[in-house]
């Protein structure tokens, strides 16, 4: 069996069964190679989902009070989406420890969003069954707390460039401007980077696959430091 020692040490979690890892990093190509009689991850994949989503629900249901279903499951969707979990894979780098068929290998599939997505799920699952639901949570949260910040705010899913803009029309006519700052890594798997500035002054900058992801989580960051100026001043009043 393989020395994970080193993803164990990325993941902050120690296995006490670390053939739980070692399933969670197989994809379901080694048991198509092998005629269907090896294991793969995709049972542990289903379990970790599951324990994803109540991590995420209880931790959006204690943050925001105010909020009822609607938003609260909008907010939780994307914060579980396939997108954001293979950003998390990508994270931790679990690409590279991914157990593949020679074919799901030569086709790219260290770096398939769909892979890396269900791996990081299966890893969840493989923590849950390890070491139980509060270690499973305690990793969550550490992986949400770097990718996503403290979830102080609850994300505006429609349209958070509109919102902005909205926001700003209250005050001044002059539109919010996008500027993209950098694009960064392979032509497979782009970067984007960008930045809003309004009057001159930059309010935030935001990371996507897209540029226009990347200027709609510009826009996300702009409204929360606004929130939190207009917060300050009123507690200063």
Not at 30 to 44: L, Y
Not at 64 to 75: D, H, I, M, Q, V
Not at 78 to 94: E, F, K, S
Request: aromatic letters at 6%.
């Amino acid at each position: 069996m393989a020395d994970h020692s080193e993803l164990q040490g990325k993941l902050g979690y120690v296995f006490k069964q670390v053939e739980l890892l070692s399933l969670a990093l197989t994809h379901p190509s080694v048991a198509h190679e092998s005629a269907g009689s090896a294991q793969h991850n995709q049972r542990m994949e289903f379990l970790g989902d599951s324990v994803l989503g109540l991590v995420i629900t209880n931790e959006l249901f204690e943050k925001f009070l105010r909020f009822g279903e609607g938003p609260l499951t909008k907010a939780r969707a994307q914060l579980v989406n396939r997108r954001t979990l293979a950003a998390q894979a990508r994270r931790l780098n679990l690409g590279e420890y991914l157990i593949l068929s020679r074919g799901e290998e030569l086709s790219g599939g260290r770096t398939r969003q769909s892979a890396l997505a269900d791996c990081f799920e299966a890893v969840v699952g493989a923590i849950f069954l390890d070491g139980g639901y509060g270690e499973a949570r305690d990793f969550l949260l550490r992986c949400f707390k770097d990718g996503f910040g403290e979830l102080d705010e609850i994300p505006n899913l429609e349209n958070p460039k509109g919102e902005l803009q909205e926001t700003l029309q209250t005050h001044s006519n002059q539109p919010p401007e996008y500027e993209l700052t950098s694009v960064s890594g392979p032509d497979h798997d782009r970067l984007f980077e960008c930045r809003v500035k309004h009057g001159g002054l930059e309010l935030g900058r935001g990371l996507g696959k897209s540029k226009k992801e990347a200027e709609s989580m510009a826009a996300l960051a702009a409204l929360k430091r606004l929130r939190e100026i207009s917060d300050a001043t009123e507690a200063s009043e």
